[in-house]
């Protein structure tokens, strides 16, 4: 009976060990900002762990394989959607905006089954009580609530205009600009092209521009 629990024992420790090495290369991220790939791969990673605890003649070779193999899937994953916003969305979603200027957007509410209780206790979080408070909400795909207050300066409102060479023409219609304005002004600072751009945004009259 030592004998198996300690058994048992041992193996629990080395499946940490494991589990711990196979998190940190999977890359650092909070709890929050999980995508729901994320959460799949590391529940099965969590339940294989379990099975091979619970089974201590199970050779670690076959408990480690799996959980191995997810963690390769894994990395390859995120290197994917690294290089494609169309991939990223598929896995991580994309923010929805449930308040522009003022007004509620029901539809993107309903697309995210998202009802007024859960709006109004988010907005209650961020210390807004009042609707006729916000310009813009957006629902982040970690479900996590952007407030934008009323008051701010025109134009303060900063999103993504290009990414990953991407023209984001929904954010341009949200400053209420359009992309020949954004050729312009990106030309003006030596930009021909907005495929040589990997990410870029524009707030206050300022321009942040990184380079693919």
Same mark, same amino acid.
């Given at each position: 009976?030592?004998?198996?629990?300690?058994?048992?024992?041992?193996?629990?420790?080395?499946?940490?060990?494991?589990?711990?090495?196979?998190?940190?290369?999977?890359?650092?991220?909070?709890?929050?900002?999980?995508?729901?790939?994320?959460?799949?791969?590391?529940?099965?990673?969590?339940?294989?762990?379990?099975?091979?605890?619970?089974?201590?003649?199970?050779?670690?070779?076959?408990?480690?394989?799996?959980?191995?193999?997810?963690?390769?899937?894994?990395?390859?994953?995120?290197?994917?959607? &690294?290089?494609? %916003?169309?991939?990223?969305? !598929?896995?991580?979603?994309?923010?929805? @905006? $449930?308040?522009?200027? *003022?007004? +509620?957007?029901?539809?993107?509410?309903?697309?995210?089954?998202?009802?007024?209780?859960?709006?109004?206790?988010? &907005?209650?979080? %961020?210390?807004?009580?009042? !609707?006729?408070?916000?310009?813009?909400? @957006? $629902?982040?795909?970690? *479900?996590? +609530?952007?407030?934008?207050?009323?008051?701010?300066?025109?134009?303060?409102?900063?999103?993504?205009?290009?990414?990953?060479?991407?023209?984001?023409?929904?954010? !341009?219609?949200?400053?209420?600009?359009?992309?020949?304005?954004?050729?312009?002004? +990106?030309?003006?600072?030596?930009?021909?092209?907005?495929?040589?751009?990997?990410?870029?945004?524009?707030?206050?009259?300022?321009?942040?521009?990184?380079?693919?």
């Amino acid at each position: 009976m030592i004998e198996f629990y300690s058994l048992v024992a041992l193996r629990a420790v080395l499946l940490y060990i494991l589990i711990f090495i196979i998190f940190r290369l999977m890359g650092k991220r909070e709890v929050g900002e999980l995508s729901l790939l994320d959460l799949v791969v590391f529940m099965m990673i969590a339940e294989v762990a379990v099975f091979a605890i619970e089974d201590p003649y199970m050779s670690m070779f076959q408990a480690a394989f799996p959980m191995v193999l997810l963690m390769i899937l894994q990395i390859i994953l995120s290197w994917v959607s &690294l290089k494609s %916003k169309r991939i990223r969305e !598929l896995f991580d979603g994309r923010p929805s @905006i $449930l308040i522009k200027d *003022g007004e +509620l957007d029901k539809s993107e509410m309903r697309k995210n089954r998202y009802n007024i209780d859960d709006l109004m206790q988010q &907005l209650r979080e %961020k210390e807004v009580f009042n !609707l006729h408070e916000v310009s813009y909400a @957006i $629902l982040e795909p970690s *479900g996590s +609530l952007t407030v934008l207050r009323k008051g701010r300066e025109e134009g303060s409102l900063s999103l993504p205009l290009v990414m990953d060479g991407r023209v984001q023409q929904r954010h !341009l219609d949200l400053i209420g600009k359009d992309e020949t304005w954004l050729k312009n002004e +990106l030309e003006q600072m030596g930009y021909t092209s907005c495929k040589d751009i990997f990410f870029c945004s524009f707030e206050d009259g300022r321009w942040y521009i990184s380079s693919s």
